[in-house]
């Protein structure tokens, strides 16, 4: 068995007995339990019942029923994809944007934007291959400010990029270029608007949006809704 990390919640089983054709799933357990050899989930089926519905067919009539917004939100990342991330330091599903089709059974046609988000600096959590991790005080700083505790962290512009070396024996081996620039000490939690943000800050912001060849549309600078700030 390969030893990959984990967060040890049983992602890893449960998707191995789905792919296996073993597993259970809510509508088994929902059941008839005369079919099972134990009667020791029966309260919490009773429990999950009323949360329970046919997932196809719900977001069949929030489509197709009175006009609504629907917003989907991809847990992880794209390099934790099992199909196009770091494999196999990797999560067990589809986490990139193709997730909404197989997971929630939108139609392809129904999608409409689509937005990455990428922090400031890289996290995650396991092993694998990670060129740009910090094992100093550069990482104990950005896990304490960020609150992160259990990730390893790095700053990794590389990620953004086109194409991203998929054998993990190469990628141990690379070598980092960085490229520095001047930071900041200026407090950007309060900052609303891109004229709030410290030039410097502004700078390193064009140049990420500048090295990927994509428009940086939003800014966050907290952890509440209102910590954004919108350039277009």
């Known amino acids: 068995m390969l030893c990959i990390g984990t967060t040890k919640k049983g992602i890893g089983p449960t998707y191995s007995s789905k792919a296996a054709r073993t597993g259970l799933r809510i509508c088994d357990l929902l059941s008839d339990f005369d079919e099972f050899s134990s009667r020791e989930g029966e309260g919490y089926a009773e429990k999950i019942r009323p949360m329970v519905r046919d997932g196809v067919y719900f977001m069949y009539e929030a489509l197709h029923g009175s006009p609504k917004k629907i917003l989907v939100e991809g847990a992880n990342a794209a390099l934790l994809d099992i199909d196009f991330g770091t494999y196999p330091f990797v999560t067990s599903s589809n986490c990139t944007v193709g997730g909404v089709c197989t997971g929630l059974g ?51 512009c590389v990620v ?14 690379v070598e980092v270029e960085y490229e520095t620039m001047p930071g900041w000490k200026t407090d950007t939690t309060n900052a609303r ?26 800014v966050g600078v907290g952890k509440s809704r209102e910590s954004m700030i919108q350039l277009f």
Do not use: C, M
Request: glycine residues 10%.
């Open 193 to 218: 608007k891109w004229e709030d943000l410290p030039p410097k800050a502004q700078n390193y912001i064009r140049f990420v949006e500048n090295h990927v060849g994509v428009p940086v549309k939003w």
């Open 106 to 156: 939108i139609p392809p046609q129904h999608v409409g934007e689509v937005y990455g988000v990428v922090k400031a600096y890289t996290t995650r959590v396991g092993i694998g291959a990670f060129p740009t991790e910090q094992i100093n005080e550069i990482g104990e700083l950005l896990q304490s400010r960020g609150h992160e505790w259990g990730v390893t962290t790095g700053n990794d």
């Open 160 to 173: 953004l990029w086109p194409t991203f070396e998929a054998n993990q024996e190469i990628l141990q081996k």
